[in-house]
């Protein structure tokens, strides 16, 4: 029991005792009043979070708090009053407008700040997409804009429309009957966006989507695995403007019809058990959540939910001493692009992007503690808005927690005998998203000594392809049979993150650390040098790069006015972690719509708006948005503020133990800092 609680009994026990016809009830009323302070002492923040999120008249205090409902209601009630809004109108996003970022480096408590609201509606039957901002304390739409050649991300009617049309599709119908299935309730249909476009696709101008078929059959029950039985080489693409299919192809090879696979491949049997949790030693929470800032040890930084874009960070600053230094004004996850390596024109359209043409802020799963957050952990919940613009909350979405992993420093002295060592305590803030039959987790980690680490873990299930192959061939080079009738396709996953660094402040700069060897010489006489040449990166297209593990490739943020006391610039480095790079050739439709995941590493001078690694509206979107398009005027990096973007990815060639659920595939980068420091900011 702390001293606070010392104090408060003592004071208590004065009051009482010269009351001898209460003294019979004091422990009754002590006990209750004690346990009380204690909860309230010890999780004062947390619980105040909480509450937080229940309360919707609460003060919004800072320019990046979250929206509430309150003013999302505003929001739309404005809009649709100043503007001529379609009643068959959907709300496709309602997210934060933003401020600008001068105002919120800028802000000081209890002054006025800038709220405003994004609005982006869809009129399906004009093929009209319409973009608002709404400014709250203005009362009014100070932005509007309509389109007609751009295409928001797949939308939840978009679900609901594609099934009807395709289950009343004839050729659909007897397609299912060729194939011995009768009941089409027991179908399932899978809406994917279009992905690439025909070129007749591309001068129409309609709004489209994939649909595949699955089939659920006996299986069908709340576990069912309904991805096992793929009902392979029938699509559909669906005119979602016309509501009508607008092609039908059913690939019958050789009068060969593929074989549905039979075998019941549920991951989730009635004899599971669930035994496995992510129980942790009860550890004493030290961090704090106070709105939507969270302060753990000497780190301090904002969070929140969008509905694209997902988790985002923001003002994320260490405290060295007296003094909270900022490192990282704002992170996310921008885009995710998942090439599939079959030429087959039925599998070659399928290369998701899933943040911009499917929103995985809005996919975010529940999370449980014991579950996928440790039972130490805290649940936050998020509010979003649905397509008739109405508020609702998405509970348990964020998950924030401690954990223990190993050893951050040790050293044993041989000497003195005595072992020194410090043990790894981390902050992770996490969410998951499940994008049809995959689920990323989004994990940011704090570490003690300054490191910020970005983990995405990939699990869910691979994309099967339907084959009447029941045992491997040499000439199956497109993938691997993981299960009889069950073939997985090579594929692969790309991560594009955008940080905003700004390293003690805005005026940066950005170098390429390579280590090298130099050939044996009368300098070199055993040739075991090796030498470290920083390149200044001075223009935006100087600054598209690639990892290089030949040369231990890294890249520098550095303050580009100040010094430490070395007299050198305070930096943190990007150091990559396990990478690939994209297998289609140059020429490939992907390459050109996902230009991105072309190179690794790219950078950029701040500019307002640019967000997305494939542009704004990547579904259906044309080539070279993005990051080809933000670099195409070539400015410099120099003492500016400059943003960079890092790709790491993954490729995939499936295995039979992946299958039917795939266990944890992970890959990461750090943020770490080089000079920032006094030394290391654990000794203290």
């Known amino acids: ?63 990046l708090d979250s929206l509430t409902e309150t003013e999302i209601n505003t929001a739309v009630a404005i809009l649709k009053q100043q503007k001529n809004i379609s009643k068959n109108a959907f709300f496709s996003m309602i997210a934060l407008q933003e ?52 295409q928001p991300a797949i939308l939840p009617p978009d679900y609901q429309i594609v099934q009807q049309i395709v289950k009343s599709d004839h050729r659909w119908q007897n397609a299912m009957k060729k194939r011995g299935i009768r009941d ?112 753990w040890k000497n780190w301090q930084f904002r969070y929140l939910m969008h509905p694209r874009e997902g988790l985002v960070l923001y003002l994320v600053k260490y405290q060295d001493g007296q003094k909270y230094r900022p490192i990282l004004y704002r992170g996310s996850l921008s885009e995710i692009v998942v ?118 873990q990939l699990t869910g299930i691979d994309l099967p392809q339907g084959t009447n192959l029941e045992m491997q061939t040499e000439n199956n080079s497109y993938g691997r049979l993981i299960a009889k009738n069950i073939f997985g396709v090579n594929h692969q996953h790309f991560f594009n993150y955008r940080l905003d660094l700004d390293i003690d402040g805005q005026n940066n700069k950005i170098m390429e650390m390579n280590v090298n060897s130099l050939p044996i010489s009368e300098k070199n006489p055993l040739g075991n040098a090796i030498t470290v040449a920083d390149t200044l990166l001075t223009t935006e297209k100087i600054a598209v790069r690639d990892v290089d593990i030949k040369h231990s490739r890294e890249w520098m943020i550095a303050s580009a006015d100040k010094k430490n006391y070395l007299g050198v610039s305070p930096a943190y480095m990007l150091m ?31 500019k307002n708006g640019e967000m997305y690694a494939a542009g704004n509206y990547p579904n259906q979107g044309k080539k070279g948005q993005g990051l080809p398009q933000y670099i195409s005027d070539n400015e410099s990096l120099e003492n500016e503020d400059v943003v960079i973007w890092y790709t790491m990815g993954i490729t995939h060639v499936p295995r039979p133990e992946d299958w039917p659920v795939m266990p944890r595939h992970q890959l990461s980068f750090k943020l770490f800092p080089r000079g920032f420091f006094q030394g290391n900011p654990t000794i203290k």
């Open 1 to 63: 029991m702390n001293d606070n609680l010392h104090s408060l009994l003592s004071l208590f026990h004065s009051l009482f005792n010269p009351f001898n016809i209460l003294s019979k009830w004091r422990n009754f009323i002590l006990i209750p009043l004690v346990i009380f302070l204690n909860i309230c002492l010890v999780f004062p923040e947390i619980t105040l979070a909480q509450e937080t999120q229940k309360n919707q008249k609460i003060i919004i205090q800072h320019p």
């Open 184 to 295: 089409f309730h027991q179908v399932k249909i899978s809406c994917w966006a279009a992905g690439i476009l025909t070129l007749e696709e591309e001068n129409n101008g309609k709004r489209i989507c994939r649909a595949l078929s699955y089939y659920q059959g006996e299986y069908s029950h709340q576990f069912s695995n309904y991805f096992a039985h793929p009902v392979e080489g029938v699509v559909l693409t669906v005119d979602l403007n016309n509501n009508k299919v607008e092609n039908f192809v059913d690939n019958v090879i050789d009068n060969e019809i593929i074989t549905v696979a039979s075998e019941n491949w549920d991951y989730e049997q009635s004899s599971f058990q669930k035994i496995t949790t992510l129980k942790k030693p009860k550890l004493k929470k030290t961090f704090t959540i106070r709105g939507n800032e969270i302060t």
């Open 99 to 150: 401020p600008d970022k001068d105002e919120v480096v800028n802000f000081i408590s209890g002054k006025p700040f800038t709220r405003q609201v994004f609005l982006e509606t869809y009129q399906s039957e004009l093929n009209k997409t319409s973009t608002a901002i709404v400014d709250i304390n203005k009362k009014a739409v100070i932005f509007w804009e309509e389109k007609t050649d751009i």
């Open 576 to 606: 990559p972690g396990g990478n690939t790079i994209m297998y289609a050739v140059p020429g490939a439709k992907i390459r050109e719509k996902a230009q991105f995941a072309t190179h690794h590493f790219w950078a950029t001078k701040y």
């Open 339 to 456: 090439p599939y390596g079959d030429p087959d024109p039925n599998w070659s359209f399928r290369n998701a992007l899933d943040v911009g043409e499917y929103n995985i802020g809005l996919l975010a799963n529940k999370l449980e503690l014991g579950g996928e957050i440790p039972e130490n952990g805290v649940l936050l919940d998020a509010i979003f808005a649905n397509g008739e613009g109405e508020t609702y909350t998405k509970s348990q979405v964020i998950g924030v927690y401690e954990r223990d992993n190993g050893i951050l420093w040790k050293h044993f002295s041989d000497q003195r005998q005595k072992n020194s060592v410090y043990p790894n305590r981390e902050l992770v803030i996490s969410m998951i998203t499940t994008v049809d039959n995959y689920d990323y987790a989004l994990n940011w980690i704090f570490h003690e000594d300054g490191t910020i680490e970005i983990e995405n």
